[in-house]
């Protein structure tokens, strides 16, 4: 009979009443990722760790890679061993071997795991990833982790906050999403200062379908947060955005995942609401909907020799 971490967790969930098994899931996506180089004289690269905590068997991890703008996605499945970490200090270049900035979506699916059962503990990974300016005295990274909640257009919006955009001293925040959609959405960006002014309403930010974008947040702010909401006519896309402030000093980021909050309007006569489970998770049929739409360019498996690491495709 298969053991496995994830259902020792759940268990001590119970028992202890903490959400152990909430944070895993067999979909994740990761909004930033890049190899490339940028203002400043930085140079860009991700990293990315995806743990099995399986103990008697083997996951095929599926990564689609979502190009920013929207060009065709790429797919690579990697095979992780029970117990066992795939980790790449740079999942563009060594997986992909592509450059340029996108999102990530890593997901387990049954078709590719005939022999696991068919839930979702049993398909369960741990991923994070580490988005770092490589200079020649060292790294500078910001920790970008794998999310399930996103947006759609029902009066949810995302906030984050700490926010600094102020050019003469330095600071520069973009502001990213992720669109999971088969349409294009807009993306409406509300900006407030410390005080909680409005400084900038409702700029619209267009996200192509099954793409990534990131762009300069249009105002200048210290100290401020950024409201995110969604118009979407279809109903169809799920969108994940984000924050990233820069020290143009030292090449130096802050990734921000934006905390999800609801209105009461949005809220009321909603029975049964859970106000842990404000957003959109997104399944296993939105991960495979993306996943129809990208490049399979084969498998990738990490590979060691001596006390060298290195990917084989």
């Known amino acids: 009979m298969r053991s496995s971490k994830l259902f020792l967790l759940a268990l001590l969930g119970v028992v202890l009443a ?52 929207g060009a065709q996605g790429l797919e690579v499945a990697i095979d992780i061993p029970p117990n066992a970490v795939f980790l790449t200090d740079d999942v563009l270049g060594d997986v992909f071997e592509v ?19 068919d839930d979702i503990i049993s398909r369960s990974f741990l991923v994070i990833s580490n988005t770092y300016n490589n200079s020649s005295t060292g ?25 600094r955009n102020i050019s ?85 980021a802050t990734y921000q995942t934006p905390v999800l909050l609801a209105s009461a309007g949005s809220l009321y006569g909603k029975k049964g609401f859970d106000p842990t489970k404000i957003g959109t998770k997104i399944t296993t049929a939105h991960a495979r909907q993306v996943r129809s739409t990208a490049k399979s360019i084969g498998t990738a498996t990490l590979m060691r020799k001596g006390d060298k690491f290195y990917i084989v495709k």
Do not use: C, K
Not at 144 to 155: K, N, R
């Open 99 to 117: 450059g340029g900035t996108g999102s990530l979506l890593i997901a387990t699916f049954p078709e590719d795991n005939p022999g696991v059962p």
């Open 168 to 252: 003469s001293q330095g600071w520069r925040t973009n502001v990213g999403a992720v669109n999971l959609g088969r349409d294009s959405v807009t993306m409406r960006v509300t900006v407030y200062d410390y005080d909680g002014n409005r400084i900038l309403r409702d700029a619209p930010f267009t996200i192509p379908p099954m793409a990534h974008l990131q762009s300069l947040l249009p105002v200048q702010v210290d100290r401020g947060s950024v409201e995110f909401s969604i118009e979407d006519r279809t109903g169809d896309a799920v969108v994940f955005p984000y924050t990233s402030t820069i020290d143009q000093l030292s090449g130096d």
């Open 18 to 69: 903490l959400p152990a098994a909430a944070q895993v899931n067999d979909t994740y996506v990761i909004p930033a990722a890049a190899n490339t180089f940028g203002a400043f004289n930085t140079r860009w690269l991700t990293q990315l760790s995806i743990f099995n905590p399986q103990l008697d068997y083997e996951l095929r991890v599926s990564v689609v890679f979502i190009p920013t703008g």
């Open 139 to 163: 790294t500078y990274g910001q920790t970008v982790p794998g999310v399930w909640a996103g947006l759609q257009d029902d009066g949810i919006t995302a906030v984050a906050h700490g926010i």
